[in-house]
């Protein structure tokens, strides 16, 4: 199971509207680290992790780069050098 660290999920608080523009999912850490659960969603440690991922699970990007998938909207910078990737 993955485990999120604040950090991660401070980033996604921060950042949750890019991929839920409605309304927001989540209003406090709790409530975050319940849905990231939920969504099984997954913490890895570089942009080349983020391209290994979607090709790991047979996501189509169009032949995006690596700077693309970076901007998708479920992949967020959590500034450290990792990423949160999130399925909505």
Do not use: H, T, W
Request: net charge negative; with cysteine; charged share 35%.
């Amino acid at each position: 199971m993955q485990v999120y660290d604040d950090a991660v999920l401070r980033c996604f608080l921060d950042n949750q509207g890019k991929l839920f523009p409605e309304e927001d999912v989540a209003s406090s850490l709790e409530e975050a680290e319940a849905f990231l659960e939920e969504c099984m969603a997954v913490v890895v440690d570089s942009p080349e992790e983020v391209q290994e991922y979607f090709d790991e699970e047979g996501i189509d990007m169009d032949g995006a780069d690596l700077e693309e998938l970076l901007e998708a909207d479920e992949v967020f910078d959590v500034g450290d050098g990792r990423y949160l990737i999130v399925e909505g």
